[in-house]
């Protein structure tokens, strides 16, 4: 099965949860997120530090740590979906319900799971 994981508040939130699920050898995980380049080596610590198995990293190019509501959506919803298709991702674990029901639409066959 071919994961796509969002990081904050969700393998932040329950990250012994996606320790446990992404040892599955069955399962192929990458963590997909809007946070920006610059914050990979903390991303990679963090997963490596709880031992969170992926096969990848994927990271927005904008930072987006300045912009307002609207254009951070905007962008999110443009550009994560991008990496769920490149993927062929089967199964997304996202905490955001309006970035699932969108990605829904552009990926039908997706799995959404809301991580509350």
């Known amino acids: 099965m071919r994961i796509g994981i969002d990081f904050d508040s969700t393998i932040t939130k329950y990250p012994r949860f996606f320790a446990e699920l992404t040892q599955n050898p069955e399962h192929k995980c990458w ?6 380049e610059k914050e990979r080596e903390f991303v990679e ?6 031992g969170i198995r992926v096969k990848g990293i ?3 190019t ?7 509501d609207r ?27 309006r970035f699932l029901n969108k990605l829904k639409k552009v990926m039908p066959k997706v799995i959404p799971i809301l991580v509350l």
Request: no cysteine; hydrophobic share 45%; proline share 4%.
């Open 71 to 97: 254009a951070y959506i905007q962008t999110v919803f443009r550009e994560k979906p991008k990496f769920f298709k490149e993927l062929k991702i089967e199964v997304a674990y996202d905490d955001d319900l």
């Open 31 to 36: 963590v997909i997120t809007a946070r920006p």
């Open 58 to 60: 994927m990271m927005i």
């Open 45 to 50: 610590g963090f997963i490596k530090n709880y």
């Open 62 to 68: 904008q930072d987006l740590a300045l912009a307002d």
